[in-house]
């Protein structure tokens, strides 16, 4: 037997050697490397450092003669720091998956005993090799439940992506729309200027009176705080739309995309159908009835104990022999069998069912009342187009004329003019009402990603060019 020594220990080891690694070889690939691959390098200086580190250099406007408001959502997207974030949780989640799907190490131990004997004072050495072996299939429920995670980052991705779009959009159009209202309140005070002119002119010439004058003031200043006010406002609006962009300084190229082009979208019974079957919230409900089900049939798999194996030789100096020690120990589940856990679980279950209707339920709530704002925004700015105002324009033409002819003084048209300015302002209101309610109904839906399409097209040509 004392033969056996050595051969036992090395099939020990082998078994040591066997039972270390993970029961597959599962590898899970991250997603979306674009944005971690870029900044990743930043991001862990930033983890490592306590002192504030240099802003990345952003070259995503360089190569652009002017910004469309595609060409700015893409940007945003490719240089956002909360959907960076977001992708990193997706590598972690992946990181989560490898790790469930490893099986627990085995456990060595070493132990001597009536060592130093009058008879073989080596006494008796014992070597046991432990391992838990898991039945029930746990292994495979715990890294499914972690698969359901992971795919749960990924919609949280999706989701973000779009949220930044819709966000991108309507910072886009209301940076446009504001310049557009500080070129007409600059317009507003040119208008008021001339006219104070003119009556001051005329109070020289003594056909107009002080009162006139003073009409003439009030009107010129309140033109003045219209236009401070949308300076103001044009220049928050600005930097508003900068900081979605990602980017520390202003840009001084043209912003192409004309808030008067109408957004072009799919049929109401589209849009609907599209976002009960792809939005990322009734997505995350049907990732969640997985994990629930998962979760169930592991608390299922928890009632079953483990089973713990041993083996190991044992060396008696005493006897000069090897024997070999073997074991099996098992937990006998006689109150605790995971009961309540499974009924916990179950429930859990049903109310994932539950909760994916009540999102749909929401979600085409949320999809009519935009669909209702979007048509009304519609209906509106056509009126505005077509009707009103060219109706007021017609009216300024026809009061200039009587300005000049003399049958209408400066006030009226003053009014005139600013009925003109007033219907082009609410018209503007009524676009950025309508880009948003698109806007909002492409979140909801997911139908239309033209980001993604230029970031392949950018990366073919980058391949081709190589």
Known sequence: MKNLKYPLLVMCASVVAGCAGPLDSYQDEPQYRSLQSKYAEHDRQVTESSHDLPDIQNDAIEDLDQLSVDDAIRIAIEHNPQLRATGYQIDAAAG????????????????????????GGGGESTVHIEQEVLLGGRLKHAKSIAISDRDAAGEEYIANEFAIAAQTSNAYFHAVSAQERLSMHQELVELSTQLLDGIKARVEAGSASEIDLLRGEVVFEQSRLGLDAAQFQAQASHEFFISMLGLDEPIDIPMSTSIDELPDLPLYEDILSSTLSANSRVSLARVAIERARNEHQLAKANSRPDLFVSVGPRYSDIDNETTIDVGLSLEVPLFDRNQGAIDAALSERLSASAQLQSIQIELASEVSAAWSVYQSALSATKRYQNRVIPKAEQTLDLTRQAYQGGKADYLRLLDAHQIVIESRLAYLTTLEQLHSAAALLNQLSQSNASWRIARNDKQENAEDNQ
């Open 96 to 119: 989560r998956v490898m790790q469930s799907g490893l099986y627990p190490n085995p456990t060595v131990s070493l132990a001597g005993e009536s060592i130093g004997a009058d008879e």
